[in-house]
């Protein structure tokens, strides 16, 4: 990462206390540096003494509430909320108090649901939560539960847009209360295994058949999702998908279709936390200081990506700084026949993983253009910025 960049810009729109603006500043560009979010990593990469550089850090994240400054990150204008889960493995540490048994049965770990918005082929993470099969046990609660805490951060917040999920969201309890709150949803339906297929009926009580050739589009609307949700199915097989593809939603079936199309293409915001931030190397003892590490990485994810794009975009596709606002705002201007390397890399990776090119002033204008712009995502729609 080229050591001319300055995060303090991107900071000042998101801390409200302007004496932790620099410090926050040189934790963002360290954690990005260290390409890791443990803080012993963090602090080599400060100038100065490591040992005075971690006793800032934890001084700091003491200070400030990191997971509720993540939901500043969220966009009010986004088209829809997407809600996704992963499993983060900690082999050397199965006593530590929040750490289970994932879904192997075997490894240890725990399970971090994030909400996010979309953003240019990833995603905007805004809130999560964490859990495993020890805390469910512990505090008397659920898997269940442990969502629709994550949902109700944003529950106000949806309005009628969908909140988009993945397979492992299926289950009964949450279709209902999706209904009863009156929350529009999209929801891919999992088929791996032929013996806990969906239990789908139409409004005869007769199963609804899910069977589609390749190249088709089948539409069922109105049945029932294991006999008490009303939903709309539709399924859809393309040459590019290896299997069929079938979505529920209470959407109009095409527009729910066309929603989670754009969903899949966001799932490289997790590989990215973990492959370039390495997030699974975080191995606090206390959940409360694991989470406020993990909002601090994904508050960097974000600032990083936001930066990143806006380096790739002047790269590689060619744009001006003027072009930018615009770019990042909304759909970039790339000819992307004239500039095909645009669509090899994402931002982070650009801005992590290669040299970039650019002089210290272009450097410092990409900077200050991207955070004003930023601004825009944290107050709102400020178009006066530009």
């Not at 700091?60 to 809600?83: N, P, S």
């Not at 289970?100 to 809130?127: E, H, N, Q």
């Not at 960097?300 to 606002?325: H, N």
Request: proline content about 4%; aromatic content about 10%; glycine content about 6%.
């Amino acid at each position: 990462m080229d050591k001319c960049i300055n995060f303090t810009e991107f900071m000042r729109y998101l801390l409200v206390n302007e004496g932790l603006v620099g410090k926050g500043a040189k934790i963002i560009r360290g954690l990005l540096e260290a390409q890791s979010p443990r803080l012993t990593n963090i602090s080599e990469k400060r100038a100065g003494n490591s040992a005075s550089n971690y006793k800032v850090i934890q001084r700091f994240i003491k200070k400030v509430d990191l997971k509720k400054l993540l939901m500043r990150l969220y966009q009010e204008d986004a088209e829809f909320i997407i809600g996704d889960a992963t499993e983060m493995e900690r082999y050397k540490a199965p006593k530590t108090s929040y750490v289970g048994i994932l879904s192997d049965g075997k490894t240890a770990g725990y399970w971090l649901m994030v909400l996010s918005t979309p953003f240019r082929g990833r995603s905007l993470p805004c809130s999560f939560v964490v859990y495993s099969s020890r805390t469910l046990g512990e505090q008397v609660t659920s898997r269940n539960q442990e969502h629709f805490r994550c949902f109700a951060v944003v529950k106000e917040l949806l309005g009628d847009r969908p909140l988009v999920l993945d397979r492992e969201f299926t289950y009964e309890e949450l279709m209902e209360v999706l209904n009863l709150e009156h929350i529009q949803f999209v929801i891919r339906l999992n088929l791996g295994d032929q013996r806990k297929q969906p239990r789908l009926i139409d409004a005869d009580g007769d199963p609804v058949k899910q069977f589609i050739k390749p190249w088709e589009t089948v539409i069922r609307p109105n049945v029932y999702h294991l006999g008490t949700v009303k939903v709309n199915l539709i399924g859809y097989w393309r040459k590019s998908l290896s299997k069929p593809l079938w979505v529920m939603t209470s959407l109009e079936p095409k527009r729910g279709l066309e929603i989670y199309l754009k969903r899949m293409k966001i799932e490289q915001t997790f590989r990215d936390c973990k492959d370039l931030l390495h997030l699974p190397k975080l191995m606090n003892m206390k959940q409360a200081l694991l989470e406020q590490m993990i909002a601090l990485s994904l508050l960097t994810y974000g600032v990083g990506v936001w930066f990143g794009e806006a380096i790739r975009d002047v790269t590689y596709g060619m744009l001006t700084i003027d072009q930018l606002p615009e770019a990042l705002l909304n759909k970039p201007p790339v000819d992307v026949n004239v500039h095909p390397k645009w669509l090899l890399y994402s931002g982070l990776f650009v801005l992590l993983k290669q040299r970039l090119r650019l002089s210290v002033d272009q450097v410092d204008a990409i900077a200050q253009t991207s955070a004003r712009t930023f601004a825009s995502l944290i107050f709102g729609d400020v178009r006066s910025f530009f």
